[in-house]
């Protein structure tokens, strides 16, 4: 059963966009996901096709009509029935990687894209749609994101990136940052590959790359080391005094 993506959006010319190319690309050919984007103004009831109105209490730009919304996805919702209801916002949870791997074993996901100031905020208090972020900056619109949020989940699928282990230590999957990476040629200006990688001890490189993702995420990431288990209490600067 493939991954069935239906996004809802202003501009259904986005998709599938950069995910036609490459693995998530050649999946889509293969059928392990499909795409269906949705035009929002074809739920729209007046000869202009208006999704939008000014927001209440004044202000600048234009709110995104709860009417117009509830339509296109309770319709979208009724297609694809139990099919998790997200809409893309920076007033979401910031999406992580277990977020990803939950929906990527699931049947597929409904995205609502936002426009303009955003979207009534009585459909989220009507509908259980679950806003999503990825990251604290802005967007023109809600398919960047989205499409972002289903490369994420492509690359999972079954068969799609080939070796079922291929994603186990990449960045977040451990809740670490993934260790540095090198391959020829053996010196570049200067800079050699590190010797413990061209020993041929399996077990050195295991732990080099353990301590190395251990040290970039504490010096990069100390949000995300405070969260690792059986991470030590140790700040950024004293992981970097440790390391010289």
Do not use: N
Not at 3 to 24: C, K, N, R, V
Not at 77 to 88: E, H, W
């Amino acid at each position: 059963m493939s991954f069935a993506a239906t996004i809802l959006t202003l501009y259904p010319e986005m998709f599938p966009g950069p995910l036609g190319h490459s693995l998530a690309g050649r999946a889509l050919a293969e059928g392990r996901w499909c795409c269906r984007p949705v035009q929002i103004r074809d739920y729209a009831t007046d000869r202009h096709r208006s999704v939008d109105d000014t927001p209440a209490g004044g202000g600048a730009g234009m709110v995104m009509r709860a009417d117009i919304l509830a339509r296109a996805v309770d319709d979208a919702a009724a297609q694809a029935p139990g099919v998790p209801l997200l809409a893309m916002s920076p007033r979401g949870r910031p999406l992580g990687q277990a977020r990803v791997r939950d929906l990527a074993a699931g049947p597929g996901a409904i995205i609502l894209c936002g426009r303009f100031e955003g979207i009534d905020e009585r459909l989220f208090e009507a509908r259980a749609i679950e806003p999503v972020s990825i990251g604290d900056y802005i967007l023109s619109g809600g398919e960047m994101a989205a499409l972002t949020l289903l490369d994420a989940c492509i690359r999972l699928l079954p068969g799609v990136m080939g070796a079922a282990h291929s994603g186990d230590d990449e960045s977040f999957e451990t809740g670490l940052l993934e260790y540095p990476h090198y391959t020829r040629p053996r010196e570049w200006e200067g800079r050699t590959i590190p010797e413990v990688l061209r020993s041929g001890d399996h077990a050195a490189i295991q732990a080099w790359r353990k301590a190395r993702a251990q040290d970039d995420t504490r010096l990069r990431r100390p949000d995300l080391w405070e969260r690792h288990e059986g991470a030590r209490v140790q700040s950024p600067s004293g992981a970097r005094r440790q390391k010289e």
